[in-house]
């Protein structure tokens, strides 16, 4: 028996394959330990916004900022992209983010609007810069709610409310996470003492002249 594969028949990465069925894919050691070093430079200096968090808006003076926006071209976040985005796709955001100890806790939400055939149009990356664990708030994810057509219901998005299905991201610094758009995701409340900074990133499918290049301002509206 003939068991080669048909040309016509794809192999799908493991990670296209959790991409596909839950919703989210989690790569680690991505970034070596200087790369993390030099993308945690923003953040030295950052003063502490409202909400108990740092916040890196990208911009030409950002310490080490060649450093961030080579993220962009990540091999890892690229192959993801073309998996789940046809071609044009450009940056739909970048920016830095870190809840200090007591803070940080959202409620669920996805990133964008659901388009009208349901198809992927965003894919969000958290290049995490400290280990992600249960205690500093790591983002909770909400498997296989990409397919689900249905907005969140309203009790679902407040900040302390808990979905039965939801999952905490464990894993060390130098990984990245990536997510369907569509995915109902958060932040969690910061319980360490220590910080939880990650470079959040988003692909969107077109060009920039498309909408505005903060897509996240696009963010689904919870019923």
């Known amino acids: 028996m003939n068991r080669r594969l048909h ?33 945690r430079r923003a953040f030295d200096q950052a003063p502490v916004q409202s909400g108990g968090t740092q916040h890196i ?31 044009p796709y450009c940056l739909g955001g970048l920016h830095g983010r870190n809840p200090l100890p007591g803070f940080g806790q959202q409620g669920l939400h996805s990133d964008c609007l659901r388009g009208p055939a349901n198809d ?17 708030g790591a983002t909770r994810v909400v498997p296989g709610s990409h397919r689900i057509a249905r907005p969140l219901a309203r009790d679902f998005s407040q900040p302390l409310a808990r979905h039965r299905d939801e999952t905490i991201i464990v894993e060390q610094a130098g990984s990245v996470l990536m997510f369907n758009g569509y995915l109902w ?28 290049a903060n897509f996240f301002a696009y963010r689904e509206t919870l019923a």
């Open 185 to 212: 995701h958060s932040g969690r409340r910061n319980d360490s003492n220590s910080p939880r900074r990650a470079v959040q990133m988003g692909l969107r499918r077109g060009t920039p002249a498309d909408s505005p």
């Open 120 to 136: 992927c149009i965003l894919i969000t990356a958290i290049w995490m810069l400290d280990d992600f664990t249960p205690e500093n």
């Open 57 to 87: 808006e990208l911009t030409d003076e950002t310490p080490e900022v060649e450093s961030w926006r080579a993220l962009e071209h990540h091999p890892v976040l690229k192959a993801a992209a073309e998996h789940l985005l046809s071609q």
């Open 7 to 39: 040309q016509s028949a794809p192999l799908i990465s493991p990670v296209n394959q959790a991409l596909d069925r839950y919703g989210y894919a989690i790569v680690p050691g991505v970034l070596d330990e200087r790369w993390v070093e030099r993308l």
